[in-house]
């Protein structure tokens, strides 16, 4: 019974890749697509707080069959 794990050619080359090489290539390598990631969640989120403010300003809408107070 063997230990060791077997890894795809694939992470085979990344684990080098990450052991072996410039840590901050590594660094940034990992970090550069979370944190495009992380960017493009941010602007989701105060583009649905801009419309969410926006729907929420709007004067409510009486229906025509509804009494009016006087």
Same mark, same amino acid.
């Given at each position: 019974?063997?230990?060791?794990?077997?890894?795809? %050619?694939?992470?085979?080359?990344f684990r080098d890749f990450a052991l072996n090489s410039d840590i901050w290539r590594v660094v940034?390598?990992?970090?550069?697509?979370?944190a495009l990631y992380q960017s493009l969640t941010q602007v989701f %989120?105060?583009?649905d707080s801009m419309m969410a403010a926006h729907i929420s300003?709007?004067?409510?809408?009486?229906s025509p069959t509804s009494p009016r107070s006087t």
């Open positions: 019974m063997s230990n060791q794990a077997e890894l795809s %050619k694939q992470d085979a080359q940034l390598y990992v970090c550069t697509p979370l %989120k105060i583009f300003a709007l004067p409510s809408q009486r």
